[in-house]
């Protein structure tokens, strides 16, 4: 799995090779935010937008024990393109919830900001220590291929802010 990320990374490269586009030279992230969960919930989602100065991925993801359990990197499926079309019979899986699948690493190519959005790729927080509510902020750690980290600041929000 790792061998064929590392493979799709250099092809990335490859590409990007002899393009006169500027990059941020720094590994930024933006518009981090949770959704508020009700009094119960197990699980809750973390979105955002992230952009590195050069191909890499996000190969895993944390928060603090006082938060959640862990941080998984997920993936929503059948969701994307032609999901949201009116006449599209309901995705409902049967137990409510959308499908999504844990994924190993997210693909970051150099310079191109990768959104984490509802309906599609998201961090989820799972076994969450207490609801998550509205104005509250939680500490999101990313890791990444190249071994450094990234701490985020996520405030909690019924919607996107
Ligand atoms: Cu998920």
């Not at 590994?27 to 119960?40: E, F, I, V, Y």
């Not at 100065?53 to 499926?77: F, K, N, Q, R, Y």
């Not at 599609?120 to 998550?132: Q, R």
Request: aromatic share 2%; proline share 9%.
């Amino acid at each position: 799995m790792r061998l064929a990320v590392a493979a799709v990374v250099a092809g990335l490269f490859a590409a990007a090779c002899g393009s006169d586009v500027a990059s941020p030279s720094v590994l930024s992230s933006a518009g981090a935010w949770a959704r508020t969960t009700p009094p119960g919930a197990t699980n809750g989602v973390v979105y955002l937008q992230i952009t590195s100065p050069t191909d890499d991925a996000i190969v895993g993801a944390s928060v603090p024990a006082s938060v959640a359990g862990s941080a998984e990197l997920h993936e929503t499926m059948g969701a994307e393109g032609g999901a949201a079309m009116p006449n599209m019979p309901n995705m409902d899986s049967g137990d409510g919830e959308m499908t999504m699948t844990p994924v190993d690493s997210v693909l970051l190519p150099a310079g191109e900001p990768v959104a984490f959005e509802p309906g599609g790729k998201h961090i989820m927080l799972v076994d969450l220590a207490n609801p998550l509510t509205a104005g509250d902020h939680l500490a999101l750690t990313l890791t990444l291929a190249n071994g450094t980290t990234l701490p985020i600041d996520v405030v909690v929000a019924d919607n996107a802010p």
